[in-house]
């Protein structure tokens, strides 16, 4: 009945047993069967079907509510009943925001990983909303993520630092003798970003309309290409939680954002699910604040 429920939410939140299907990976004919088959197992009605668009019957929306409940327990029974089983084998999935380059996140998994040497350190990085997807689907355990939305009680929401945000350009460029430079003073100037082809669209809205840079956008698909990029003349890179270093190497500079006059600042935060709050979590989260 787990799987036919998960087929039945789909349903209800795609509002099509098309989409359903799709995400499911299974046929609509198979979706729809296993809606019946759930229903004539329940004995009721969830859906009124109208040729090729539903409703939900009080019974089914009653259902829909308390199944949600229900599966999320499911989920988290199963991923505890695992933790116990491999107790001999923890793990702690810690992710940070691609192309920070503050230390304080290398800092704490060092002294984390001393502490605590039992304990498998998984690392990954990604984009803030690759970050969240990971934090979401239960990939990541506590993710350093900047900012970008409205807290949610479904996270612990750890605020860590408030950052002035800088940018790398190469030395050769006229500008690198500038200890800050306007974002006015950009708009013709390629601003590179470390992102893959599916956030594009996400991060050049973040970076044109909360930042304030105007110009042309073009992308890498990592940290290492970018700072290529930025050194052959192709454009200047913004830096995660980045420190006021004029001189990165012999060929960059990082120089301090500014706005209207004032520094451009970014919250960083430790974020990590409230129904994930285990002892490891919260141990390398008190590691990872200390650094800061």
Same mark, same amino acid.
């Given at each position: 009945?787990?799987?036919?429920?998960?087929?039945?939410?789909?349903?209800?939140?795609?509002?099509?047993?098309?989409?359903?299907?799709?995400?499911?990976?299974?046929?609509?004919?198979?979706?729809?069967?296993?809606?019946?088959?759930?229903?004539?197992?329940?004995?009721?009605?969830?859906?009124?079907?109208?040729?090729?668009?539903?409703?939900?019957?009080?019974?089914?929306?009653?259902?829909?509510?308390?199944?949600?409940?229900?599966?999320?327990?499911?989920?988290? !029974?199963?991923? *505890?009943? &695992?933790?116990?089983?491999?107790?001999?084998? %923890?793990? /702690?999935? @810690?992710?940070?925001? #691609? +192309?920070?380059?503050?230390?304080?996140?290398?800092?704490?998994?060092?002294?984390?990983?001393?502490?605590?040497?039992?304990?498998?350190?998984?690392?990954?990085?990604?984009?803030?909303?690759?970050?969240?997807?990971?934090?979401?689907?239960?990939?990541?355990?506590?993710?350093?993520?900047?900012?970008?939305?409205?807290?949610?009680?479904?996270?612990?929401?750890?605020?860590?630092?408030?950052?002035?945000?800088?940018?790398?350009?190469?030395?050769?460029?006229?500008?690198?003798?500038?200890?800050?430079?306007?974002?006015?003073?950009?708009?013709?100037?390629?601003?590179?970003?470390?992102?893959?082809?599916?956030?594009?669209?996400?991060?050049?809205?973040?970076?044109?309309?909360?930042?304030? !840079?105007?110009? *042309?956008? &073009?992308?890498?698909?990592?940290?290492?290409? %970018?700072? /290529?990029? @930025?050194?052959?003349? #192709? +454009?200047?890179?913004?830096?995660?939680?980045?420190?006021?270093?004029?001189?990165?190497?012999?060929?960059?500079?990082?120089?301090?954002?500014?706005?209207?006059?004032?520094?451009?600042?970014?919250?960083?935060?430790?974020?990590?699910?409230?129904?994930?709050?285990?002892?490891?979590?919260?141990?390398?989260?008190?590691?990872?604040?200390?650094?800061?």
């Amino acid at each position: 009945m787990m799987k036919q429920m998960k087929y039945f939410q789909a349903v209800v939140r795609c509002k099509s047993f098309t989409k359903a299907a799709e995400e499911c990976f299974i046929s609509q004919s198979a979706i729809s069967q296993q809606i019946r088959a759930l229903e004539n197992e329940l004995g009721v009605k969830l859906l009124i079907r109208r040729n090729r668009s539903f409703s939900l019957t009080p019974a089914g929306e009653y259902f829909y509510q308390k199944s949600l409940v229900l599966i999320s327990d499911y989920e988290r !029974i199963c991923r *505890e009943t &695992v933790r116990v089983a491999k107790k001999d084998q %923890a793990k /702690l999935h @810690v992710g940070c925001i #691609r +192309g920070y380059c503050g230390g304080e996140f290398e800092l704490a998994v060092a002294d984390f990983a001393e502490k605590y040497p039992e304990v498998s350190v998984e690392i990954m990085s990604g984009n803030h909303e690759e970050l969240y997807d990971a934090l979401r689907g239960g990939h990541a355990d506590l993710i350093l993520n900047d900012q970008r939305r409205a807290f949610s009680d479904e996270y612990v929401n750890c605020v860590l630092a408030a950052k002035e945000c800088y940018v790398e350009i190469a030395a050769r460029n006229p500008l690198s003798d500038r200890s800050c430079i306007e974002t006015e003073e950009l708009k013709n100037t390629p601003c590179i970003l470390v992102a893959s082809p599916e956030q594009w669209e996400t991060e050049k809205t973040f970076y044109r309309e909360i930042l304030g !840079i105007r110009g *042309e956008f &073009v992308y890498a698909p990592n940290l290492e290409e %970018a700072r /290529l990029m @930025v050194i052959g003349g #192709r +454009g200047f890179m913004p830096v995660e939680g980045g420190e006021n270093h004029t001189e990165i190497g012999k060929n960059l500079r990082r120089i301090l954002l500014h706005r209207n006059g004032k520094p451009v600042c970014r919250n960083y935060c430790a974020f990590w699910r409230t129904d994930n709050s285990g002892y490891y979590v919260e141990s390398f989260a008190e590691i990872l604040k200390a650094q800061f």
